[in-house]
C-alpha cells in the first residue's frame, strides 16, 4: 500500500476511535517498561490489531477467538507473576483485558467501559511513579480520553476534530478548582484507600537485608535519591554524617546478615545505655519508596518515627515495607556514647565460621601480640590498612573463594563492604566485639533551596566496635585510606571530607547541567511535600494555619466536611454562571452586525428588508432587483447563515463575510 492509500485509509477511519487509541497507548507506555514482556507483547498485538481494524487492514477476531485470547492473556499473567493479584499481577492483567476489550468494541455502552478502563490505567500509573513529570504526562493522557468521550457523543460529520480538543481542555479546566478544593480539604484517610499484596519481586533501595562483597559497589554509580532532609538546626559536621541503617551481626564467610533483626524493642530513652553530648540534630526526612522497612536517621537517633520500632543494634525498622513516600520528623545526637556501662551479650558479636578467613585470623593473632588492650589494637588495624598498599575502588575484583583473605592479601582493592567485612573479621578474630553497620553517608546540600539530599551513590558501610569503658564506638576503616589511593577523585570529598573542593573543576557545561538537575529537584521536593505527601497531618497543619489567620480555631472534621460543601457548592454556581454567561446577551454576534451593515447598504438603494423576511428569500428578492451583483449578494448571504446558524462557525468565515460586505457595493 503507499502513501496515499495509507492517507486515504486514515481518512476513513473513525476519528474518535483514533483519539481513544492513541490515549490508551499513551496510557499504557509507562507499565510497558516495567512489566514483564511475556504480559505487554499481547497488549501491544491487540492494540495495532485494533488500530489495523480502523484502518480497514483486518477483521476483529470472532467470538471463539477472542475467548481464547483471555484463557492466553490470563495464562501469560500467571506465568509472568505466578499469581493474578498484587500489584504488578493485577496491572497486567487489567493492561490485557482492556486490550482484549476492544477487539469487541462496537456498541456506545462497550466505549464508555473502555474509556472507564483507560482512567483506571491512568490511577495504576500512581501506584509506581508519583512524580510530577509523570502527572503532567498522566493529565495528557486525561485530556485524550476526555476528548474520545466528548467525539464519541457528538455528530462527527459537522464538528472538527480539534474542536473536540478544545472541548476537553475546556472541561478539565472547568473540573479544576473543584478539584482542587477537593484535593485540599476533603479529609485524608490514614494509609491507603486500599492494600494489595506485597510483589516478590521489585526494586528496592541501595540497602538490604544482607551484604556481600560487591553488592553495594554495584550502586556506587546511582545518582538516584534515597532520601531528602530538611535541618531545622545546623547541619552536622561532614565527619559526623552517617545515616544508620541495617545493622549485620553474622558472618557465613561471604555474607553479612542479621538473624535477630526482628527482635524488636520499644525503648529508647538517653539513658545508662545511651549518653549524649552537645545539643541534638532536628530534622524532617523525606523517604523515597524502596519496598524494604529500614527507616534512616542521622547516627544516633533519640526518637523513633510512628509506625516504627528499634531494634537492639538501633535499626529503626517500619511496621510495613515502605512503598510511598514517607515523611517523618527526628532528633539525634552526633556525639554519644552506646552501651558505655552494661556490656552487650558478646557471643553474637564474636561469631566467626570456623572454615574461612584461616590467613586473616593469624594476621589478627600477629597484631594483637603488640598490643595490650582493645582500643590500641583497633588503631594498629587502622594503621596498618593505612600503610599497606590498599586502595578504595569503585570496581572491586571478584572475590570467588574466601572474600576475606583474598581481599586483605590478594586484591588489596575493594569499596567500603570490603573493607569493614575484614575489619569486623580481624577484630572478631582477635575477641574484640564488633558489628557491621550499613546506610549512607555524607549527602549534598541543595544550592537552590534549604534541604539536602541522600543519595543511593552515598550507600556506605562502617562498622561498631565494643570497648570496655567506651561502649559501642563508630570505626569507618577506608577514611584511613590515604587520598592518593582513592582511584575516584568524586569519593574524595565523601570519604576525606577535608578534601572537599579538591580535583579537576568542572568545565560550564556541567556546572549548568548540575544547577538544572538541582531546580528540577528543587521543583520534585516541591512537589512531594505538598501533593504525594499531603498526608492527614500536614493538612491538619496547613488548615490550621490558613483558619487561624482567618480568626478560627480549634476547627474539626464536622466543620471541616461543612467548609468543603460551601465551598463545592461556592465553586459550582461559580462555573454554572460562567457557562450561561448572561452577560452574553448583551453583546452582539459580528456575524449578525456584518449583515446588517449590508442591509442597510441595499436599503440606502430602496430595497428594504421586511420585518419577516428571511435571509435566503431577501437574497432572492435583492437579486432579482440587481441582477448585476446577484452574486455577491448570495455569496455574502451564504457565508452569514454558515457563520450564524453552523455548529462550529470559523474565524476564517467571519473574515471573508466581513471583506465581502466591505466590497459591496450597488
Not at 87 to 92: I, K, T
Amino acid at each position: 500500500m503507499n502513501m496515499s492509500g495509507f492517507q486515504q485509509r486514515v481518512k476513513q477511519a473513525k476519528a474518535e476511535n483514533l483519539w481513544l487509541l492513541v490515549g490508551l497507548a499513551l496510557a499504557f507506555t509507562p507499565h510497558f517498561f516495567r512489566l514483564p514482556l511475556l504480559v505487554m507483547l499481547p497488549s501491544i498485538i491487540l492494540l495495532c490489531w485494533r488500530l489495523l481494524f480502523e484502518l480497514r487492514y483486518l477483521a476483529l477476531p470472532p467470538r471463539t477467538v477472542r475467548w481464547l485470547l483471555t484463557l492466553v492473556g490470563i495464562l501469560a499473567t500467571w506465568i509472568a507473576f505466578g499469581t493474578l493479584v498484587g500489584r504488578q499481577a493485577g496491572v497486567g492483567l487489567l493492561v490485557i483485558m482492556l486490550c482484549l476489550k476492544l477487539m469487541e468494541m462496537n456498541a456506545q455502552r462497550d466505549v464508555g467501559v473502555v474509556i472507564g478502563l483507560g482512567f483506571f490505567v491512568v490511577i495504576t500509573v500512581f501506584l509506581f511513579d508519583q512524580s510530577i513529570f509523570m502527572g503532567l504526562y498522566m493529565l495528557l493522557v486525561v485530556t485524550l480520553l476526555v476528548t474520545a468521550l466528548i467525539a464519541f457523543s457528538r455528530d462527527q460529520s459537522v464538528i472538527p476534530q480539534w474542536a473536540n480538543l478544545q472541548k476537553a481542555g475546556a472541561v478539565l479546566t472547568q473540573a479544576l478548582p473543584l478539584a482542587l478544593l477537593l484535593f485540599f480539604l476533603f479529609p485524608r484517610i490514614p494509609g491507603p484507600l486500599w492494600s494489595l499484596p506485597a510483589d516478590g519481586a521489585g526494586a528496592g533501595t541501595g540497602l538490604s537485608d544482607s551484604m556481600s562483597p560487591g553488592n553495594i559497589s554495584q550502586l556506587s554509580d546511582n545518582d538516584s535519591v534515597a532520601f531528602r532532609v530538611q535541618f531545622d538546626t545546623p547541619l552536622p559536621l561532614p565527619q559526623k554524617r552517617y545515616w544508620r541503617g541495617p545493622v549485620f551481626t553474622q558472618f557465613d564467610g561471604r555474607t553479612w546478615s542479621n538473624p535477630h533483626s526482628q527482635r524488636l524493642t520499644t525503648r529508647l530513652s538517653i539513658n545508662s545505655q545511651y549518653q549524649v553530648s552537645g545539643k541534638p540534630s532536628l530534622y524532617t526526612v523525606t523517604l523515597e519508596p524502596h519496598q524494604q522497612r529500614w527507616l534512616f536517621a542521622l547516627d544516633l537517633p533519640a526518637i523513633i518515627p510512628p509506625d516504627s520500632r528499634l531494634s537492639d543494634d538501633y535499626e529503626i525498622i517500619a511496621n510495613q515495607p515502605v512503598r510511598q513516600l514517607l515523611r517523618y520528623s527526628m532528633r539525634s545526637f552526633t556525639d554519644y556514647r552506646l552501651a558505655k556501662d552494661d556490656a552487650p551479650d558478646i557471643l553474637p558479636y564474636l561469631q566467626l565460621p570456623a572454615d574461612s578467613g584461616i590467613q586473616a585470623r593469624q594476621l589478627a593473632q600477629q597484631l594483637r601480640q603488640k598490643v595490650t588492650d582493645n582500643a590500641a589494637f583497633v588503631r594498629t588495624v587502622l594503621n596498618y590498612i593505612a600503610e599497606q598498599p590498599f586502595y578504595y575502588t569503585r570496581q572491586p575484583p571478584l572475590l570467588l573463594n574466601d572474600p576475606v583473605d583474598e581481599f586483605l592479601f590478594n586484591s588489596r582493592r575493594g569499596f567500603c563492604e570490603h573493607y569493614a567485612s575484614a575489619f569486623v573479621f580481624l577484630m572478631r578474630a582477635a575477641g574484640v566485639p564488633a558489628r557491621v553497620v550499613t546506610g549512607y553517608q555524607g549527602g549534598e546540600m541543595n544550592p537552590q533551596s534549604d534541604y539536602f539530599i541522600v543519595r543511593q551513590s552515598d550507600a556506605h558501610a562502617w562498622t561498631e566496635v565494643w570497648l570496655r569503658g567506651e561502649g559501642w564506638r563508630r570505626v569507618d576503616p577506608t577514611a584511613v585510606i590515604p587520598a592518593e589511593r582513592i582511584e575516584n577523585q568524586q569519593d574524595l570529598a565523601r570519604i576525606l571530607p577535608e578534601m572537599a573542593g579538591t580535583g579537576t573543576t568542572p568545565n560550564w557545561l556541567k556546572k549548568v547541567g548540575r544547577q538544572l538537575s538541582f531546580s528540577w529537584d528543587r521543583i520534585n521536593h516541591t512537589w512531594n511535600q505538598w501533593v504525594v505527601n499531603y498526608n492527614t497531618q500536614r493538612q491538619q497543619d496547613f488548615l490550621s494555619r490558613m483558619f487561624a489567620s482567618a480568626g478560627f480555631d480549634n476547627i474539626d472534621w464536622q466543620e471541616m466536611i461543612s467548609l468543603l460543601v460551601a465551598g463545592m457548592t461556592l465553586v459550582m454556581a461559580v462555573v454554572a454562571v460562567y457557562l450561561l454567561r448572561p452577560w452574553r446577551r448583551q453583546s452582539r454576534d459580528p456575524a449578525q452586525v456584518a449583515y446588517e451593515r449590508f442591509c442597510q447598504r441595499l436599503s440606502r438603494c430602496g430595497m428594504q428588508r421586511q420585518p419577516a423576511e428571511g435571509p435566503l428569500d431577501f437574497a432572492r428578492r435583492a437579486g432579482q432587483q440587481y441582477p448585476q451583483r446577484a452574486r455577491d449578494i448570495n455569496n455574502i448571504t451564504t457565508l452569514y447563515e454558515r457563520q450564524r446558524y453552523a455548529p462550529y462557525p470559523t474565524h476564517g468565515n467571519l473574515q471573508r463575510l466581513q471583506r465581502a460586505v466591505h466590497n459591496f457595493i450597488v
